[in-house]
């Protein structure tokens, strides 16, 4: 099964839009991570990111959301940021 590292940043957002999020993240099991208000998942397939973006659109919240469907020979590095969050983070995006 092939895995996609996307990023999903919202803005403007309440705790109940981000539990609304995270709802849908749990029902498609995109693993995830949130640091403020920006997400770093995964998803298994272009279909199963292709629904999330979809129900995500249905809520009343601003984002913007980046998929990358080819992250040979990408890196995700950061600074001030837990090391187990951002080897989290690192294992949705360098794959």
Partial sequence: MAYYGNILIVYNSTANQIQQIETVLQKYGADHELVENSFFLETSSMTNTEKIVDEISQLPIEFIFFHSHN?????????????????????????
Avoid: P, W
């Fill in 71 to 95: 992250a040979d020979g990408s890196e995700a590095v950061g600074k001030g940021i837990d090391d187990g969050t951002l080897n989290h983070i690192k294992s949705f995006l360098e794959n």
